[in-house]
């Protein structure tokens, strides 16, 4: 690279990057070639351009372990080439490569939060846009940025067509109007191209998701087995075609009240309906953007807030269903529209006496204003019933869910307690034990239950640790041991601490016994009981005790006992001597504090022996166990 920096070089790999990638690559053998697009930006990275511009110039780029080809062209005049008077090219012949590379690269796979999901790195990410590459110069990536953005325009013409096309078919009699005619023509044509989009996409595999399948026959073979049917019946307009095809429509459009136009219109009305059918696509697009975009958001919300939509989509379209069979029926005297008097009215209102009518029915709290009167009616009334009655329990089911994981930890602290309840009357305890217990739950809980061994057990070693560093870091500011301590001493000790609840009057340490951890009190206040039953101290927040055992191999001297709630955090013998055996330094003051606690200790019980009571720890025999 030293080597080409005072006579630039132009370089590109034909992998189909973006021209603001940048690759790790290095050169070899390589000929003088001149300035272009491509800039060092560093000894070991060049900022990529397209190959297809600039003619081989010799020289190897190594990437991924294959030997590619380096790229260039000779330059008369410093500085870049205009575009489309690139030396070497013909002018158009530029622009067309240019155009065309531009739009592959917009069919490859970006870093977006899809193909990080998929792939996992960027290295991953590179290997699939070569693989894509390789697939074929028209192969749709679903993680490029322009299906994207085609899937986002789809989406918000979906859910205009589903709201406008309703009350258009339904309200409005004159439906050749040229506003209309264009914005179905222009939404038909759209919903066909996307079926031409969606052959030359590639498909993520249920079993499989980081593979993607970009082979085109294949991508071909799924698509008409699955949504392709469905995707083109509801894009070709049958209405349109069943009025150009009709060979007395010419003539009977000229006396539109006449009974063969009425019947031709209400028919292409009713095939205008299968347009409706394009609800298909909104729910995939729907749930894919769901899956990837909203991952961070909790998913019963999502699906909450998808009902909801759909309740009213579905309450839109029943509105709608209300007064379009009465209008293609004529309006008959018995049907609610004439009972009414809607029937010229202005499209709005007769769209909201509609839409109550079918809210009313779906939400079961009327018939609207006037009961059925038609055997049409009445049908009308139970379809919307029924479909209001569907979407009430599905809401119900999903709200229930949605209230059960807000608050999940709370459900399950309730029927760990109601376990405990029944274990307890199964047992036939006291009522002073069941007190105590149900108390203990209590403060050791406080009203949420976790499993906190196995939520940090699933977490990565160092996330582990700064989470335990964390929840301990107002007992690391307390204890002074800690404070003065090294970092790396603290950290490992913090992370194989084990939190313990005591309540008022617990035995935590019983004299004569043998040591097994030693204490860190996080708050909370302990006695220190003599053998007489006198207490020695008390020790309170950012103390610590039971290390003297663990240090001398000794049987406990003193009894300690919880005078309040206490909160501990305990170390096992095994833990506290692997953590010592990495740093002598901190075993050798534990050993000199523990050993002058000792000895004070002892020298307490000889004195109360021999005066026949308990003599309490002086301040100045406190401070080394403070320390």
Known sequence: VEEIRSPRVVVGIALGQAQDDSIKISIENTNTCTDSLVTALDDETLLLTDPEMFTPCPGKVHFGGDDLSLY??????PGPAPMGNHPGLPGDSGKQSFIKNQLQALFQPTDNKLAMKLFGSKKALMKER???KAAGHWVIHPCSSFRFYWDLCMLLLLVANLIILPVA???FNDDLSTRWIAFNCLSDTIFLIDIVVNFRTGIMQQDNAEQVILDPKLIAKNYLKTWFFLDLISSIPLDYIFLIFNQDFSESFQILHAGRALRILRLAKLLSLVRLLRLSRLVRYVSQWEEVYFLNMASVFMRIFNLICMMLLIGHWS????FLVPMLQGFPSNSWVAINELQEAFWLEQYSWALFKAMSHMLCIGY???PPQSLTDMWLTMLSMI???????????????????????RRQYRERVKQVEEYMAYRKLPREMRQRITEYFEHRYQGKFFDEEAILGELSEKLREDVINYNCRSLVASVPFFANADGNFVSDVVTKLRYEVFQPGDIIIKEGTIGTKMYFIQEGIVDIVMANGEVATSLSDGSYFGEICLLTNARRVASVRAETYCNLFSLSVEHFNAVLDQYPLMRRTMESVAAERYRKNKARQEAALRAGEGIPQTDEEERPHQQ
Request: neutral net charge; charged residues 15%.
């Open 130 to 132: 070569i693989r894509q």
């Open 72 to 77: 260039g062209t000779p330059k008369e005049e």
């Open 368 to 370: 609207g204003r006037f």
């Open 169 to 171: 078919i339904s309200f």
């Open 387 to 409: 479909s209001g009655a569907t979407c009430y329990a599905l809401f119900l089911g999903h709200a229930t869910n949605l209230i059960q994981s807000l608050d999940s930890s």
């Open 319 to 322: 509105g709608c269903l209300q």
